[in-house]
């Protein structure tokens, strides 16, 4: 260690702070001039510590899970009446889904129509939160070997979940549909008009630029368009509610704020926008 | 750091390896249960909106062991723990350092008044500061990102960290009087 007089380890003391802000400044001109060293910096920490997250991931959820049981039991009866005629709506519905299934691939063989091919998939669990305060995206915890590609598709059991944007070695970082960058092509399955989801970093994301003539209908499902390339026709999003203020907002089907495994799928599109641009770009205004 | 505490007078043990790793421990509890706080926000509890937390703690624990600690938490501290808290929070490189820097340079400031007064008004003065923090990451983020983005958040960030801070305070205070305190080595 150097040996500074007492005056001057004082002088040099005081000046470390104004000399750290400034730094910072310097950090913020960085991160603007070079973005892709920060998402690297990011992914790479990322990486880090997903693994550590995964393993948490196990014996936090077996809690969760613990205390949503002893809270279950309370109201065992009632879930278990609900659930039964439930069941018997949905076994009225499959019924119907069969017959339309069945229905549908007869006239698509009468009509040599052209089958979608089949997407490929991996399955990834939801370790950690990766928006932070201002965006709304999820960290996933994947194996070393994972094959996943930026683009592609995120979906939970019920519906879309949002786009793989950054991914590193053990992590992928996917953007929900709901973060203030997100921009969706949608159709409203009852006029099939076409429209754009728009997300606000709030629950529930906008629906804006709907044709003249066929607005959003309360209720109505929302499905994604294949309009740009970028995503297949028809994955469910969600339904369209109206607020107080009677703007059209999409209520997502995917359990966004409770998301724990999600798919990734591979439709092998690539779209307008090349997948080194899909990242959320500053400048695309609503 | 251990040799400033060699230029009092007075008698000591001697400094064996297993007393200077106490020391060193203790010297280094403030920013590693900073860093290890931090880290924790982020694994998955799965509690609502649980990314607002991580600004909270990392102010909270800058604010305290800034006013109460300061030889440990220095500027270079404060400035790496900014760094982590924009990788982990996913914003624009050097926001968040910069407001725990200030934070840091007002708890610095005002540490002769408020040590004078109760916890009530230290309490208060964070509540304050918290909410200028906020504000500052809110609008650094805004005009780094060229975009509006909704203030909700920011409200919400300032809020929690003003209710989480008696919470951490009263931890902190423990471990200052206890297991960080350099003089009980």
């Known amino acids: ?286 | 750091m251990t040799s400033a505490d060699d230029q009092r007078p007075g008698i000591r043990p001697r400094a064996t390896l297993a007393r200077r790793l106490d020391l060193a421990a203790r010297h280094a509890f403030p920013a590693s249960i900073t860093i290890l706080l931090m880290l924790l926000t982020e694994a998955p509890f799965g509690i609502v909106d649980q990314t607002s937390l991580l600004p909270a703690v990392a102010l909270a624990s800058v604010w305290f062991w800034s006013l109460y600690r300061p030889a440990a938490m220095s500027p270079p501290v404060v400035f790496a723990i900014g760094l982590l808290l924009d990788l982990l929070d996913w914003l624009p490189i050097g926001t968040g350092v910069l407001a725990l820097l200030i934070v840091h340079g007002i708890a610095l400031r005002s540490r002769r008044t408020l040590g004078r007064h109760g916890f009530a008004l230290v309490w208060l003065a964070f509540a304050v500061v918290a909410a200028g923090a906020a504000t500052l990451e809110w609008a650094a983020t805004a005009v780094l990102t060229w975009r509006l983005v909704p203030p909700g958040a920011m409200l919400f960030q300032a809020v929690l960290s003003a209710a989480l801070y008696p919470a951490l305070a009263i931890l902190f205070a423990r471990a200052h009087r206890s297991i960080a305190n350099p003089e009980r080595a």
Not at chain 1, 65 to 84: E, V
Not at chain 1, 87 to 114: F, G, P
Not at chain 1, 119 to 138: I, Q
Not at chain 1, 180 to 196: D, K, M, T
């Open chain 1, 1 to 286: 260690m150097i040996h500074l007089s007492i005056p001057a380890r004082q002088a040099l003391a005081k000046l470390t702070l104004p000399v750290l802000v400034a730094a910072s400044f310097g950090l913020m001109l960085l991160g603007k001039a070079d973005a892709v060293l920060a998402d690297r910096a990011r992914i790479a920490f990322a990486d880090a510590m997903a693994p550590i997250y995964a393993v948490l991931a196990a014996p936090l959820g077996n809690l969760r899970a613990g205390i949503a049981n002893t809270a279950g039991l309370w109201d065992l009866r009632a879930t278990n009446a609900h659930l039964r005629t439930q069941n018997e709506e949905l076994r009225r519905w499959q019924s119907v889904a069969l017959a339309l299934d069945a229905e549908n691939r007869r006239l698509k063989a009468e009509l040599h129509w052209i089958p979608d091919p089949a997407p490929t998939y991996v399955t990834a669990r939801v370790v950690a939160d990766a928006g932070g305060v201002y965006a709304k995206a999820v960290l996933l915890s994947v194996g070393p070997h994972h094959g996943i590609k930026r683009g592609e598709i995120a979906l939970d059991a019920r519906g879309l979940v949002g786009r793989v944007t950054e991914v590193g070695a053990r992590s992928a970082r996917v953007l929900l549909i709901t973060d203030l960058n997100s921009r969706i092509p949608v159709v409203l399955e009852g006029s099939g008009a076409h429209a754009i989801m728009v997300g606000t970093n709030g629950p529930w994301p906008r629906l804006l630029y709907w044709p003249e003539g066929s607005p959003p209908r309360e209720g109505e499902h929302v499905v994604t368009g294949a309009e740009t390339g970028t995503f297949p026709a028809n994955l469910p999003v969600g339904t369209v509610h109206y607020t107080s203020a009677h703007v059209a907002e999409v209520e997502p089907a995917a359990l966004l704020d409770r998301l724990e495994i999600v798919r990734i799928f591979d439709y092998g599109l690539n779209g307008i926008v090349p997948p080194e641009a899909a990242k959320p770009l500053p400048d695309w205004h609503g």
